[in-house]
């Protein structure tokens, strides 16, 4: 069964590449506890199929870069960008999209995670295995408060706009 609102998400470990280091993250892929990276904060979730596709890479995640700062303006703390990719991915696509920090891009390499969220998705009939649905959700201290999730093949609630208005 899919996560609902007013469900805590599920711990689990995320991957994220880290491109400068610091005294907690080394350069290259750190892997950072859910449950320790939603304490105290509001953040704006979303997860894509995958990463450089068409509707990722057009639509979803450049909206969300676009309204960063509106978004944040609205409460959100930190923006994720979660997909079925691995760090190495999800790292090089956040450079390709200009993503500067505002955008955590988040891997879940086995889709444990989404899994865990009741938010998988079989795309083994076009050659892509098990990955994320197009969903989007605002948590706040890892509580579910907004949840979007788009029927197969959609998108058309869970962009920065959606969310934006959400957040009014």
Known sequence: MAIQIGDKVPDGVLTEFI?????SCAVGPNQFQV????????????????A???????????GY???????????IDEIWCVA?????VMGAWGRDQGVAGRVRMLADGSAAWVRALGLD???????????????????????????N????????????????AQLS
């Open 19 to 23: 491109e400068t280091e610091t005294d």
């Open 35 to 50: 449950s320790e990276m939603v304490m105290g904060k509001k953040i704006a979730l979303f997860a894509v199929p995958g």
């Open 52 to 62: 450089f596709t068409p509707t990722c890479s057009g639509k979803h995640l450049p």
């Open 65 to 75: 870069v676009e309204l960063a700062e509106p978004l944040q303006k609205r409460g």
């Open 84 to 88: 079925v990719n691995d760090a190495f």
């Open 121 to 147: 998705a079989d795309f083994s009939a076009r050659g892509m295995g098990i990955r994320a649905q197009r969903f989007s959700a605002v948590l706040e201290d890892g509580v579910v408060r907004q949840l």
């Open 149 to 164: 999730v788009e029927q197969p093949g959609k998108f058309e609630v869970s962009d920065a706009a959606t969310m934006l």
